[in-house]
């Protein structure tokens, strides 16, 4: 699996995220991560159609909604997402958040897709480790891959001690913090010491900590200077900065409370 990729949430504009998606794929991603829920899986699709890349080159992710969990809606929502997609397989197929009651079944799909040779990885988002124990006492094939909001402000330590106790890879959604945590000014310190962005120090921050890493941006500019990280090496001491710059603090809903808002 790529460390590096296109985080494509909130690209509803057709146009837009086909464009996106087009300029990353010829700026060298090889990986694209989707969702059912994003609407734009089609987009995807069409761009990997339009480019010079092969298939098999590429490591696309997509996710089942909540509303599409339990064990047969899962292979529904499946299929569905392949169709919008028009390829074959999906590289790794995500539980997009872990719904009471209905989580357990939702990865019992997923493995089952995985038997199936229809995924090429198995994984889960936003999952908690009490919610991961409960699929690793059952699960034929554990999950490889758990997506989680991670960024300077929330580090998840926890989290990222469980995975790397259960050789689970961790992708950071939202690895920008929504933005915020650019305008942090240690990070832009940082920026002007090694003559990158604030964007660029940041995900080199996940890199380095052997996260994988999905920003996300519309503009061409943007998604071309995102890859341009891998000419410089933060230090031991800047690591350990951004590190302390943890609040433990959520853009993004808890995986134990989302289902309670409206």
Not at 34 to 47: F, I, K, P, S, W
Not at 86 to 103: A, C, Q, S
Not at 115 to 126: C, F, M, Q, Y
């Amino acid at each position: 699996m790529p460390r590096f990729g296109l985080g494509v949430y909130k690209m509803t504009n057709p146009d837009e995220a086909y464009s996106a998606m087009s300029h990353a794929l010829e700026a060298g991603y090889i990986a694209i991560d989707t969702a059912a829920l994003y609407d734009n899986e089609e987009q995807v699709g069409q761009a990997v159609r339009d480019s010079k890349k092969k298939r098999e080159e590429l490591f696309i992710t997509s996710k089942v909604w909540n509303t599409d969990q339990g064990y047969d809606q899962t292979l529904r929502a499946f299929e569905t997402s392949l169709k919008k997609l028009d390829m074959d397989y999906l590289d790794l197929y995500l539980t997009h958040w872990p719904v009471p009651e209905l989580y357990v079944d939702t990865y019992r799909a997923i493995e089952r897709l995985y038997d199936e040779k229809l995924i090429r990885a198995t994984g889960v988002s936003n999952h908690e480790p009490h919610h991961l124990e409960k699929l690793l006492a059952t699960a034929n094939v554990q999950p490889m891959v758990n997506q989680i909001e991670l960024h300077p402000h929330l580090i998840q330590q926890k989290n990222r001690d469980f995975a790397k106790q259960h050789n689970i890879a961790i992708t950071s959604w939202s690895p920008l913090g929504r933005g915020r945590v650019l305008e942090d000014e240690a990070i832009m310190k940082l920026g002007e010491k090694y003559g990158k962005s604030a964007a660029q120090v940041i995900i080199r921050w996940h890199l380095q900590h052997d996260l994988i890493v999905i920003p996300k941006s519309v503009k061409e500019v943007r998604i071309r200077q995102n890859a341009d990280v891998f000419d410089f090496k933060l230090t031991a001491e800047d690591m350990q900065a951004i590190d302390m710059l943890n609040r433990d603090e959520r853009y993004g809903s808890h995986p134990d409370t989302f289902h309670l808002k409206k």
